[in-house]
């Protein structure tokens, strides 16, 4: 007879983040997961919702609140432990790079565990790597909209052609050894305090 | 190019200014160090980030690398203490609803605990003849100086803090928003959050950690204990760091400056106003009354940086009696090796420092401010007594232990 599966619950207020390892779960076969936002009333949910498993992201300030809860509450049948495997130094410090830990139920098998962990951690990553490319990318297109205004007031103050505008930003940035994005910014604000009608 | 590397985690809150100040001040790098800080959001994080290495020493509540020494902590490492980063600073506030039900009950607001605690305790009584919920208080931790004086205080004041009261965790930024929203009636907890409720007008300043235990421990430099095997140089040059540090941050001319560094968001982010209160001992404990508390919070004076091991033993008699850990011959072993004064004398003695004679001192001995002189220069202790006139004396723990498990004390 198969274990019965487990009831995993995660803990984060990070809505995005926590649709996203809630799919990884799901789509690892795990049927029975519950997302929490919101600690508001957290001790009522575990004794309804009795979860084997327990995910938290590593920001949550009431980390604290939490981990006494799972050891004191009446709510909580069964001690509630975190998990921890002394023999997998590199998986405890996986989890806390990844700003993930996560905590289990007195007595469950930690093999039973550490696929949820790592599939945690994985996801915890993944989120990671997306907000910064998110975050690159905004920049990026700022970075874009600026130069299309410094090549702009190049073309009216100077006479210049498009293309001239740009080889001129180019090589200013060049023999400044900047970024191109921050030559046109610097070309922006100088516009804007000294130009006709400038601020 | 900074001759040590050091990794510090800290928690946004007032204690964590002599580690703010080493750094941003430039004390730090006088020593060769490169004071790396992470502000963390929880002390299950810094536990764990010391742990894994990801720190090599952190801004720590007192009794928290005892709880990591005893097992009572999951992922703990080994942790010492060879500084302490000051003494006070904490207070207890209630909601007004209980404030006024305490002051129909004869406290007023002189923040006397032995009044203010009978109070309570009729209050307590009152409410739970006609049938209401017990009262619930909110500390940060339950590993915490704020923990074991709260309960020091009610049990002290007959009150049973497991039986009549409730007492949960809240996070301590959180503190006044919990007794605003009326999802706690009190809590103990470090400035500024107490000022915050009073500020706000939903809360009521009843006590103080100073009046409690006078000049007790509070947060503490923790320090992985293999980090400081391997790194002796690195250790000694952070302990002078942080003594230079704390010295400039007792000075009051330096209180704009340190109060205007602390309110940056990176730190503590909160108006230099309410900071002053902790560092003056100057409070509003509610609608406007203002109180003076002496020595309500000491970053250096009164030898605020020594690691008493007294004060790693009192810690230590309180987790067994709330029954964290039992009293054996090998706990009391561990409890009396966390907390390392040898390494606080070989790191400033060079220095020319006032340090005292002893490494425990038996407390609530000294009624007054008392000059102890060694080394050459002087030291003022004291006075350091407890609120309910009783005395702790590290050398007789099983007659300490014995007392607070008998009679009114006992609890649970």
């Known amino acids: 007879m198969s274990p019965a599966p487990l009831k995993i619950l995660v803990i984060d207020e990070n809505r995005i983040r926590s649709a996203i390892i809630e799919a990884g779960l799901r789509e690892a076969g795990y049927d029975q997961v519950t997302i929490v936002h919101d600690v508001g009333g957290i001790a009522r949910r575990i004794a309804e919702i009795e979860p084997d498993v327990i995910v938290i992201d590593l920001e949550n300030p009431n980390r604290d609140m939490l981990e006494n809860m799972f050891q004191l509450s009446r709510a909580v049948k069964r001690p509630i432990a975190m998990f921890v495997d002394r023999s997998d130094t590199a998986s405890i410090e996986a989890a806390v790079d990844a700003g993930v830990s996560a905590y289990i139920i007195d007595g469950l098998r930690k093999e039973r565990v550490k696929p949820i962990l790592q599939m945690a951690i994985s996801r915890f990553n993944a989120f990671s790597r997306m907000a910064r490319e998110l975050e690159e990318a905004r920049g990026e297109l700022e970075g874009r909209k600026l130069i299309d205004r410094a090549k702009g007031i190049l073309m009216k103050s100077r006479g210049l052609g498009e293309e001239d505008a740009y080889a001129l930003l180019r090589k200013t940035a060049m023999n400044q050894n900047r970024k191109l994005a921050d030559v046109a910014q610097s070309l922006v604000t100088a516009a804007e305090l000294l130009g006709p009608g400038g601020m | ?412």
């Open chain 2, 1 to 412: 190019m900074a001759q040590f590397q050091i990794n510090a985690g800290f928690m946004p809150l007032f204690d964590s200014a002599v580690l703010v100040v080493a750094r941003e001040i430039g004390f730090a790098e006088r020593e060769g160090i490169d004071l790396r800080l992470s502000r963390e959001t929880s002390w299950a994080n810094i536990r764990d980030r010391i742990a894994i290495g990801h720190f090599d020493v952190a801004h720590m509540l007192g009794p928290m690398p005892l709880a990591c020494n005893l097992g009572l902590t999951p992922l703990a490492s080994d942790t010492i203490v060879p500084f302490s980063l000051g003494l006070g600073g904490n207070c207890v506030t209630v909601s007004n609803a209980v404030w006024d039900g305490m002051a129909a009950h004869g406290a007023l607001a002189d923040l006397d605990p032995t009044r203010s605690g009978a109070a309570l305790g009729r209050l307590i009584r009152a409410r739970a003849a006609a049938g209401e919920s017990p009262l619930r208080f909110a500390v940060t931790h339950p590993h915490s100086g704020h923990n074991y004086e709260l309960r020091y205080w009610l049990a002290g004041c007959g009150i049973g803090p497991s039986r009549e009261v409730e007492i949960v965790i809240v996070p301590p930024p959180i503190m006044a928003d919990a007794l605003a929203a009326g999802r706690i009636d009190g809590y103990c907890v470090g400035e500024p959050w107490n000022s915050v409720s009073v500020v706000g007008g939903t809360g009521h300043i009843v006590t103080v950690k100073a009046a409690i235990w006078r000049a007790s421990p509070e947060k503490v430099l923790g320090v992985r204990k293999s980090w400081a095997r391997d790194h002796p140089e690195a250790l000694s040059a952070l302990l002078r760091a942080l003594h230079h540090a704390a010295r400039w941050c007792q000075d009051p001319k330096n209180h704009a400056e340190l109060t205007d560094l602390m309110s940056k968001p990176a730190f503590l982010g909160q108006p230099a106003e309410i900071q002053m209160r902790a560092l003056t001992g100057r409070l509003d404990v509610g609608g406007g009354e203002m109180r003076q508390v002496q020595d309500f919070f000491l970053p250096f004076d009164k030898a605020a940086n020594f690691p008493w091991k007294s004060h790693a033993l009192w810690f230590y008699t309180q987790m067994v009696r709330w029954g964290d850990v039992r009293y054996s011959p090998a706990n009391t072993s561990i409890a009396l090796d966390c907390y390392r004064p040898d390494l606080y004398r070989a790191a400033l003695k060079p220095l020319g420092v006032a340090l005292p004679g002893a490494n425990a001192k038996v407390e609530g001995a000294l009624t007054t401010a008392t000059p102890v002189g060694s080394a050459g220069a002087s030291l003022v202790l004291g006075p350091d007594g407890f609120f309910d006139g009783r005395i702790f004396d590290p050398d007789m723990l099983d007659v300490y232990i014995e007392a607070q498990a008998t009679g009114l004390q006992a609890d649970a």
